[in-house]
């Protein structure tokens, strides 16, 4: 009996092991999928005022965007570069998600309202909220256009057109270098 005893106290013992280890690798693969996950988010550490939560306007000096921003996307926040047309990753970027400014993080744009464009720039119909982005007459260049700037940070984004689709007819052409994308969890 003491035999039979000790062998269904093995058997326990082995059961229990098995159920623990099972259980801990389902917590595993939970973790890789939420690291995964995690992959979607953006961390620019050199950048402490980049949030995709936080709207509360900026107003730093030229010299610490500098400091802070990568080169070109300075040039095109800051000053108003323009990237070359078909060069740019999201000009036909065709991805469920969400665009932000590359900047300061300010939530700007849905994919439902980007639209096939054929300028070579990213183009959205309308932006994602009111307070996204700020117009503002921009004669540069010997033109009258209207320059679309983020607006949490005040950086240039690139520019508005009336000759977007409906509903709103409107084209805001931007610069991919001033966007950050995040696509949709699936
Ligand atoms: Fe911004």
């Not at 730093?60 to 990753?89: C, M």
């Not at 309202?113 to 183009?123: R, V």
Request: hydrophobic residues 30%; charged residues 25%; contains cysteine.
């Amino acid at each position: 009996m003491k035999t039979l005893e000790s062998v269904s106290l093995k058997i326990i013992v082995i059961l229990s092991l098995i159920i623990v280890l099972t259980l801990s690798t389902c917590g595993q693969s939970r973790n890789v999928n939420q690291s995964a996950l995690n992959m979607n988010n953006i961390s620019k550490p050199e950048n402490p005022y980049y949030s995709h939560t936080d709207t509360t306007k900026l107003n730093l000096t030229d010299a610490e965007w500098k400091r802070i921003l990568p080169e070109e996307l300075y040039e095109v926040s800051r000053h108003a570069a323009t990237e070359r047309p078909f060069t740019g990753k999201y000009w036909n970027a065709d991805i469920k998600g969400t665009y932000y400014c590359a900047a300061c993080g300010r939530r700007l744009f849905r994919s439902e309202a980007k639209f096939a464009s054929t300028c070579g720039w990213p183009s959205f119909f309308e932006q994602e909220d009111k307070k996204s982005t700020i117009l503002r007459p921009d004669s540069s260049l010997g033109m009258e256009r209207t320059e679309v700037l983020c607006g949490r940070c005040g950086g240039h984004l690139g520019h508005i057109f009336d000759d977007g689709p409906p509903p709103t007819g409107k084209r805001y052409c931007m610069n991919s270098i001033a966007l950050d994308f995040i696509p949709d969890n699936e």
